[in-house]
């Protein structure tokens, strides 16, 4: 019973499932304070407003807290930049370089040797001049 544990423990997914989640979280709060403490100051340098939790709208006598989901939506984006542009973009890259060229797949067609026309590779006989192909 505990060897099949181990075993479940061991296998590849869950280790590499346990090491992404704590990169994860240690990637999150390195994107979090770049985005509060460098990217969200820019912004109020030249909005002019430290952050924009102070917005609302009165509807009918009730305060819709715009400024809220505005500084969420800004913090959203701000980190969906941050990760496709310092994460994803350069391990594509990297991915790509490992990888190599793409191997070229067998031509489909080859030409008969009547009439030079386009036919499957696997045919046995020229659709246009019904010539057998050796």
């Given at each position: 019973?505990?060897?099949?544990?181990?075993?479940?423990?061991?296998?590849?997914?869950?280790?590499?499932?346990?090491?992404?989640?704590?990169?994860?979280?240690?990637?999150?709060?390195?994107?979090?304070?770049?985005?509060?403490?460098?990217?969200?100051?820019?912004?109020?340098?030249i909005v002019g407003k430290q952050d924009f939790s102070a917005l609302k709208v009165n509807f009918m006598g009730t305060p819709i807290m715009i400024g809220n989901f505005l500084n969420a939506t800004v913090s959203f984006l701000l980190v969906a930049f941050v990760v496709y542009f310092f994460m994803v973009l350069p391990i594509n890259s990297l991915m790509a370089r490992f990888k190599g060229p793409a191997p070229e797949a067998p031509p489909a067609t080859k030409a008969c040797p009547q009439c030079f026309s386009e036919i499957p590779v696997a045919a046995t006989r020229c659709s246009h001049c019904t010539q057998l192909i050796a």
């Amino acid at each position: 019973m505990l060897k099949g544990f181990r075993d479940f423990i061991l296998r590849g997914n869950v280790v590499d499932l346990a090491v992404a989640f704590i990169m994860g979280a240690a990637f999150n709060a390195i994107v979090s304070s770049f985005v509060k403490d460098v990217a969200m100051q820019f912004i109020a340098a030249i909005v002019g407003k430290q952050d924009f939790s102070a917005l609302k709208v009165n509807f009918m006598g009730t305060p819709i807290m715009i400024g809220n989901f505005l500084n969420a939506t800004v913090s959203f984006l701000l980190v969906a930049f941050v990760v496709y542009f310092f994460m994803v973009l350069p391990i594509n890259s990297l991915m790509a370089r490992f990888k190599g060229p793409a191997p070229e797949a067998p031509p489909a067609t080859k030409a008969c040797p009547q009439c030079f026309s386009e036919i499957p590779v696997a045919a046995t006989r020229c659709s246009h001049c019904t010539q057998l192909i050796a």
